[in-house]
C-alpha cells in the first residue's frame, strides 16, 4: 500500500509528534478560541482570508479525540510549547527593537526550511 514503517522508541515518537503534529494543533485551536472570544470576533473572522484559514484548518479537528491526545502526550507537548514561547519571546524581541534584519533572518531561515521541506515531500 505504499506505507513506510518506521520503528523508534515511544518516546521519541512522542516528542517528534507532539512538535509537528500536536503543537500546531494547539496553535489553531488557541488562535481560533482567542478571536473567538473578543468583542468583536464576528469582524474579526469576517476580515479572515486565507492565510487564518489555511492556518487555523486543524482547529476544525474533532475536540474529543484532541483532548486525548493532548493529555496522552501531555509531557513532550509541554516541552514543546516553552519552546514555542521561547520562539514567540524572539519575535517579540525583535518588533519591539524595531529589528527588522533579524525580522528578515528569522523569516528567511523559516521559509528556507519550509520550502526545502515541501520540495522533499514531492
Not at 45 to 52: D, L, M, Q, R, V
Request: hydrophobic content about 45%.
Amino acid at each position: 500500500c505504499g506505507a513506510n514503517v518506521s520503528e523508534m522508541p515511544a518516546k521519541t515518537h512522542d516528542s517528534i509528534f507532539a512538535a509537528v503534529s500536536h503543537l500546531p494543533h494547539l496553535l489553531a485551536f488557541a488562535l481560533v478560541d482567542d478571536i473567538a472570544s473578543r468583542p468583536n470576533a464576528a469582524q474579526l473572522f469576517s476580515f479572515a482570508a486565507s492565510g487564518f484559514r489555511d492556518f487555523t484548518r486543524i482547529a476544525g479537528s474533532h475536540p474529543e479525540m484532541w483532548r486525548d491526545i493532548s493529555l496522552a502526550n501531555k509531557t513532550a507537548l509541554l516541552s514543546e510549547l516553552e519552546v514555542y514561547q521561547n520562539e514567540l519571546s524572539q519575535l517579540k524581541q525583535l518588533l519591539t527593537n524595531e529589528d527588522g534584519a533579524g525580522l528578515q533572518a528569522l523569516f528567511v531561515r523559516a521559509s528556507t526550511a519550509r520550502n526545502a521541506w515541501a520540495k522533499d515531500r514531492e
